[in-house]
């Protein structure tokens, strides 16, 4: 089964501090997303990644970064963290090569609840 | 990608069919339907998805409108279980790009 692993459950960080989010997935997909989730608001996409190296402003992009070094981990980057980041952060990945089964299919993290004070 | 709305919220009695609607009157011709649920604290979790033909697996089964303006999810015995939020999609099949969700449908199963 494909697996999508989100570094932490739960986080929290100082306002000002970097933080970092990582997540990795086990099936070669080409692509990852990072989502982050409020009440009210759904699921929002910040970034997403269709190859290495390469990256995509989201809707909600402002405040933060990502980096995809290697097909497996994508990493979500709070510069300097601030309290309206305080959220729930998904990741996904989904593979969109010919003949891949399920193509077009996103898996998704359990989730990271970061808190910010 | 298009836009699509579903109903806020609904209920259903264990046991029975769930039918959750979802209109896509923009919808392109080479966009599909995706419909993910997220059950309380989890990650959204793919259940099934279709072009333009009715598509059933092991979850549920997906109607989609001659038109394809519409489409409905169903859960044929609806268990407490299935209490989640359903969202549903349409993107381009193969697109390396955005997946967006919108609100989705709360769809709560009481026994």
């Known amino acids: 089964d494909v697996k999508v692993t989100q570094s932490s459950r739960y986080l929290v960080k100082r306002t000002g501090e970097k933080v970092f989010l990582e997540c990795v997935q086990d099936m070669d997909h080409e692509n990852m997303f990072w989502y982050r989730q409020d009440p009210g608001l759904g699921l929002r996409l910040i970034y997403f990644?269709?190859?290495?190296?390469?990256?995509e402003k989201g809707d909600i992009p402002e405040g933060y970064s990502v980096s995809r070094e290697k097909k497996e981990r994508f990493s979500l980057i709070l510069e300097s963290a601030s309290t309206n980041q305080t959220s729930m952060y998904l990741c996904a990945s989904s593979v969109t090569r010919q003949g891949a089964i399920r193509r077009g299919e996103a898996f998704f993290g359990q989730g990271t609840r970061l808190t910010v004070v | 990608d298009a836009k699509t709305t579903q109903p806020t919220s609904m209920d259903c009695a264990e046991g029975r069919a769930a039918n959750l609607p979802c209109n896509h009157s923009t919808i392109s011709g080479n966009e599909y339907v995706y419909w993910y649920r997220q059950i309380h604290s989890q990650g959204p979790q793919y259940i099934i998805h279709g072009l333009k033909n009715n598509e059933t697996n092991e979850m549920a089964s997906l109607i989609i409108t001659e038109d394809r303006k519409s489409s409905t999810l169903i859960l044929p015995h609806a268990t407490l279980r299935d209490t989640a939020v359903y969202y549903c999609i349409v993107r381009i099949y193969n697109q390396g790009g955005k997946l967006i969700f919108g609100q989705g449908t709360e769809l709560s199963v009481k026994p």
């Open positions: 990644s269709y190859d290495v190296k390469m990256k």
